[in-house]
C-alpha cells in the first residue's frame, strides 16, 4: 500500500492497528509500542508532534480517572460493610441506655 490521500492514510493507520495489536498481549508491547512511537515521531514538527501526543496524554487521563473511580468505589463499599457491622455491634449490646450508669456513675 502506498497511501497518497488522506481516506489512504487512514486505511493504511486501521492496517497497521490490526497488525500490531496482535502482540498486545506480549511482555514487551508497551516498551516496543514506546520505541516505535519515538522513531515514526523523530522528523514531525513541534507542532505536529504536539498534536500526535494530544491523544495518549487523553487517553492517560481517562484511564487514569477511572482508575481513581475505580479505587473510591472498593474503599467506600469496604468503608460502607465496616459502618454496617458497626452499627449491629452497637445495637446488640443487650442492655438500655438509660439504665447502664456512665462509667459506673448513677446521674
Known sequence: ???SLRD????FGKLLKYKIIQYEKSLYYASFLEVLVGYVCISLEIDDLKNVT??????????QKQAKQSQTEEMCGAW????ATMTEDLADHGGDDEATPLFGVNT
Do not use: Q, V
Open 1 to 3: 500500500m502506498n497511501p
Open 8 to 11: 489512504d492514510f487512514t486505511e
Open 54 to 63: 494530544n491523544s495518549p496524554t487523553m487517553l492517560y487521563s481517562e484511564k
Open 80 to 83: 460502607r460493610g465496616l459502618k
